[in-house]
């Protein structure tokens, strides 16, 4: 594939690592079908199989994934599970063809020898005084604020941009507003410092999200935020550059801040006891497909047959998202959802339990379904 710092088994077999986890993906020769293992260093890992129309379109996915792979800090490695028969080539650092051919001693001294001696003392009178050795200090970090209204963007969360292919977080997409460089290179750290939180007030018809993630963009790190009523794109901030472990304090420290949990023991099933707090929300990895929403109409005042409807693209794509949260996720006290348009101004209360939309405003309410 032409492509460099990873291992290829027989031009269709590539295997990764980093830190604990181990990462391979295989694709046979002008197949169409992808197969991903992915999990824990000395485990079998979770075994993925995704089908394409073309072997082309299963190529370019394949190098989509190791591209993502390179880019979150894994490195090629020996696969412990190939058979002695499966020869590894690996692909060959650009570097290495650039590197300059050494030059011998023997022709150095040649070179040397030709040189007139009334030349070499010449050069010898005009060479500079050496120069006083200076000890190099590093760069100091500054840590500093970046914050961006997200008018305009995707609401957030967005379940495509959620997980990766083998289950790791991805980078939220709000960050490409408030750092273009840096989004260009950050990854969640370790695939798994995020979170995804909820705060849910049916009282005040209340739904707001909450994404907190710790992201490493080559040695440095930044703790990323990005909040809103549910259903608006709301805005985002990034905290840094930090060292890791200052990155991983001040990530505990908005956590906790917000559910009232510590990270190291944080717990799905558990309800905040502080009305302020956020709910953490579960996240299982979703394989579930895309489904589309409709509603149904009755008595419309523009005089719409009676009958269902499509959602629009951005209501759609938000139910969604909600019903993964609840349904597939299991988040179970997430039934009752409360979405914000911002295209309309009006607040919907969805219950996914019950396939109901209230108009909070009008008290209107219309049956919902989901198409697979």
């Known amino acids: 594939?032409?492509?460099?710092?990873?291992?290829?088994?027989?031009?269709?077999?590539?295997?990764?690592?980093?830190?604990?986890?181990?990462?391979?993906?295989?694709?046979?020769?002008?197949?169409?079908?992808?197969?991903?293992?992915?999990?824990?260093?000395?485990?079998?890992?979770?075994?993925?199989?995704?089908?394409?129309?073309?072997?082309t379109k299963a190529k370019a996915f394949v190098q989509k994934q190791i591209d993502a792979k390179l880019k979150k800090g894994y490195a090629t490695a020996t696969d412990p599970e190939a058979t002695s028969g499966s020869k590894r080539k690996a692909a060959a650092p650009a570097a290495a063809a650039a590197a300059p051919t050494?030059?011998?001693?023997?022709?150095?001294?040649?070179?040397?020898?030709?040189?007139?001696?009334?030349?070499?003392?010449?050069?010898?009178?005009?060479?500079?005084?050496?120069?006083?050795l200076v000890k190099k200090v590093s760069k100091k970090r500054v840590k500093t604020t970046q914050k961006a209204g997200l008018s305009g963007?995707?609401?957030a969360p967005d379940s495509e941009d959620e997980e990766d292919e083998d289950g790791d977080l991805a980078v939220d997409s709000g960050l490409a507003a408030v750092n273009p460089k840096i989004n260009k290179i950050a990854f969640v750290y370790?695939?798994?410092?995020?979170?995804r939180l909820a705060l849910v007030d049916p009282s005040i018809n209340s739904d707001k999200y909450y994404i907190l993630q710790l992201l490493q963009a080559k040695t440095d790190y930044y703790v990323y935020r990005r909040n809103g009523r549910t259903g608006t794109s709301g805005q985002a901030q990034l905290d840094g550059p930090y060292s890791l472990d200052?990155?991983?304090?001040?990530?505990?420290?908005?956590?906790?801040?917000?559910?009232?949990?510590?990270?190291?023991?944080?717990?799905?099933t558990h309800q905040p006891a502080n009305a302020k707090h956020y709910r953490y929300l579960k996240s299982t990895g979703r394989d579930a497909g895309d489904g589309t929403w409709e509603?149904?109409?009755?008595?419309?005042?523009?005089?719409?047959?009676?009958?269902?409807?499509?959602?629009?693209?951005?209501?759609?794509?938000?139910?969604?998202?909600?019903?993964?949260?609840?349904?597939?996720?299991?988040?179970?006290t997430m039934s009752v959802r409360y979405v914000h348009s911002e295209s309309s101004g009006y607040t919907y209360k969805v219950d996914l339990s019950n396939y109901t939309q209230t108009n909070t405003s009008s008290g209107k309410s219309r049956p919902i379904r989901r198409v697979d």
């Open 295 to 332: 509603y149904h109409l009755t008595r419309d005042p523009l005089g719409k047959p009676d009958g269902w409807y499509p959602y629009d693209k951005d209501a759609g794509e938000e139910v969604e998202e909600l019903y993964q949260t609840f349904e597939v996720d299991e988040n179970t």
């Open 102 to 132: 050494k030059r011998t001693r023997s022709a150095t001294a040649a070179a040397a020898a030709k040189k007139p001696a009334a030349k070499t003392a010449a050069a010898a009178a005009k060479a500079p005084a050496k120069k006083k």
């Open 1 to 55: 594939w032409g492509r460099k710092g990873y291992t290829i088994l027989c031009g269709t077999m590539a295997y990764l690592e980093a830190s604990t986890k181990f990462w391979r993906i295989e694709l046979p020769t002008r197949g169409k079908t992808v197969t991903t293992t992915y999990g824990a260093l000395g485990s079998k890992g979770v075994t993925t199989v995704k089908d394409f129309d073309t072997n």
């Open 246 to 268: 200052n990155a991983k304090t001040e990530f505990k420290k908005i956590f906790k801040s917000k559910t009232g949990q510590l990270w190291d023991s944080r717990d799905p």
């Open 153 to 155: 963007a995707a609401a």
């Open 190 to 195: 370790d695939g798994e410092w995020g979170a």
